[in-house]
């Protein structure tokens, strides 16, 4: 098994019938780039840029910032590299930054909420971003964006910096892709009108289970109720991906179940263009994908969608893809 994964760390991930998706990696400070490289990923999908802002006593400046996107960037030698703005609150605290407390922090004041508000962080991250954008292939992805308002407060904010930027003389890619993350079921329901905006969707199926389902995905007397594979959730994700290609946009997937042997049959009879998971998960998926036909897998889809559990669809998963 480890031979075939070595033969397959610099081949492009291709299925049996010669469909290509892309498998890219979920990283979390640029030190994880040697991982993304090493287990052969064709980008990084989700760079969760917390971990700037955490373990400190302040807010990391511009400076810092620039560095830190930079040295992904070239790292990834022109391949994409999905940087996603500050996604702090719910279960990621920050001690220099006193919030009040919450009744529920999950559904509270985090990620584009708390950016918008406090315009000062975001506009210092927006700039370190656009700053390193001429290092290599960025696209900047706002998170837990609940209403089209949102997104285009955030793009607005970012076109104003993009400006500044211009007029200080500094250098700004022309080409940055911007998107969202969907992980706000109201997002996924009405992708159609967001496809129109954006550039691209990651859908964040760890925080789309958890509102879809109304189980807190830190709480485990209800995890029973944390199923990535229910109806609901698959035609969520069908909605965002159809609502993407309707526009000829491109649709991803940056939560855990990516990566998961069950759910990417699923996913790539979907029709989902790129799939982000942890660098391990990297070389056994493209593995896996090798021996899965995507048509045959797209045939399934109208019936998977009618599906009424989730032990239905993994049943049937299981079945037809010999697991
Ligand atoms: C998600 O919600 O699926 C996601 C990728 O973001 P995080 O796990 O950082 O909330
Ligand atoms: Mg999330």
Redo the contacts with the bound molecule.
Sequence with gaps: QKRIWAELKGEPTVSADDEHVELVANIGTPEDVVGVINNGGEGVG?Y?TEFLYMGKSELPTEEEQFQAYKSVLEQMCEKPVVVRTL?IGGDKELSYLKLPEEMNPFLGFRAIRLCLEREDIFRTQLRALLRASTYGNLKIMFPMIATLDEFRQAKALLLEEKANLLNEGVDVSEDIEVGI?V?IPSTAVTARQFAKEVDFFSI?????IQYTMAADRMNERVSYLYQPYHPAILNLVNNVIEAAHAEGKWAGM??EMAGDSIAIPILLGLGLDEFSMSATSILPARTQIKDLSKGEMASYKEQLLSMSTADEVEAFIRRVTKQ
């Excluded at 964040?204 to 789309?208: E, F, H, R």
């Design positions: 989700l969760r996604d993350m992980e964040g199926t760890n925080d789309l940056c939560g």
